[in-house]
């Protein structure tokens, strides 16, 4: 379901704990307006943008802490 604000809420497990993770829908591409993040065969499926997004953010604050 698509969200019309452009947020979105992944729980993910990292270090042994469940964490939600607020996430928006902009995603990195290049120069040329292609992806950064890999992707399915289907260009319509946003979760696994989401959901890379998600763990991208997690992890990012191991860190930084």
Not at 3 to 23: A, C, H, I, M, N
Not at 43 to 57: G, M, Q, R, T
Request: net charge positive.
């Amino acid at each position: 379901m698509i969200s019309p604000t452009g947020r979105y809420w992944v729980k993910v497990r990292f270090q042994g704990k469940e964490r939600l993770v607020e996430v928006d829908d902009k995603m990195p591409c290049d120069s040329k307006r292609r992806l950064l993040f890999p992707r399915t065969m289907n260009n319509f499926e946003i979760w696994p943008h989401l959901l890379l997004k998600a763990l991208v953010k997690v992890y990012s604050y191991k860190w930084f802490t």
